[in-house]
């Protein structure tokens, strides 16, 4: 079974650009969440799409946004980048979410830049 | 909201001896509590993990225990490599909710 890939690998962008990240979960599993991590910082929630809606939510502001579709790919868009944006950008999935059937598995993360 | 905290945040050990983690959460709801490792520019693997009914699991060289009455849990590594060297990360939570991850304790297994 092919793991969590996403895509991007790395990318480059300037203050003020928006950016869009994609996430293919592992095939049946309908919960994605995505992650921001930098240096210090450990891993911050940004939000969870199950089966096409966001259930879950952090505390990001609303440049922040994503989706998924009906094959459970989700993406996520950062708007009007701030330098602050740099970091490695993380999905995961799983079966069911939370603390539902199946572990969590992750993706190799995006690396974004924002210049 | 579900608060985890993790301590140490840094962990030397010699190679052969034991490394204990352990990690405090917050919400009594909370059933699920994943470790995971993070290798230098890899991405998080899970590597044991633990549910609220069960009060200890292990896994060849590592084990996780749970308290749930004092809401906390434990990773223990036995015979540490220098493999073993990484930073690890628990997380907690409940159905339906999303994972809280503490902030990370990095490990460094001395040759």
């Known amino acids: 079974k ?4 996403q895509t991007p690998r790395y ?3 300037t203050r ?7 996430c293919s979960p592992i ?8 992650y921001q991590q930098t240096p210090g910082q450990g891993l911050q929630f940004l939000f969870e799409y199950f089966s096409e809606t966001q259930r879950n939510k952090g505390n990001f502001p609303g440049r922040f946004s994503g989706r998924q579709f009906s094959n459970s790919r989700s993406e996520m868009n950062v708007s009007t980048l701030e330098l ?3 970091a490695l950008y993380l999905c995961a999935s799983s079966l069911e979410g939370g603390a539902g059937d199946g572990e969590q598995y ?4 995006t690396r974004l830049t924002v210049t | 909201g579900e608060n985890v905290e993790q301590h140490p945040s840094t962990l030397s050990v010699q190679e052969g001896d034991s490394a204990v983690i352990k990690c405090t959460y917050s919400d009594s709801a909370s059933n699920y509590f994943p470790w995971y490792k993070q290798e230098l520019g890899k991405r998080p693997q899970l590597i044991i993990d633990i549910r609220s009914n069960v009060g200890e699991k292990k896994d060849q060289r590592i ?6 009455t004092a809401k906390h849990f434990s990773l223990h590594i036995t015979e540490t490599q220098p493999e073993d060297s990484a930073v690890y990360f628990c997380a907690a939570s409940a159905l339906g909710q999303n994972f809280v991850f503490g902030p990370g304790t990095r490990l460094s297994v001395l040759p």
């Open chain 1, 11 to 13: 990318l480059i962008k």
């Open chain 1, 84 to 86: 602050g944006d740099s």
């Open chain 1, 27 to 34: 095939s049946g599993h309908r919960s994605v969440s995505w």
């Open chain 1, 16 to 22: 003020g650009q928006q950016v869009t990240l994609s």
């Open chain 2, 63 to 68: 084990a996780v225990t749970l308290n749930k």
């Open chain 1, 2 to 5: 092919a793991g969590v890939t």
């Open chain 1, 106 to 109: 992750f993706g190799p993360g």
